[in-house]
């Protein structure tokens, strides 16, 4: 029987003095790099999508704005209009 394999090797580059930095941080975190690595790429990824709900939230309102769409009722009549 197969097992599925759950971890996939990555291997990155940086500049010396970064990568003296990064085990540093790690050390004093008391974790390792893959640990560490993996933590920092969801906080990126959270971020991220944060920034990218922030921009849609902003196209929104300045939709809404436009077409005149002030409150839930407002919205609820353009949504039942064509109906």
Known sequence: MKTKKTRTA????????MAEEYDKLAKRLAKNRSVLFREMFLAYKR???KEEFQELQTYGVALAQKRR???ESDVEKLVFEGR
């Open 47 to 49: 971020q991220s999508l």
């Open 69 to 71: 769409l002030f409150t």
């Open 10 to 17: 990555v291997t990155i580059s940086m500049p010396q003095d």
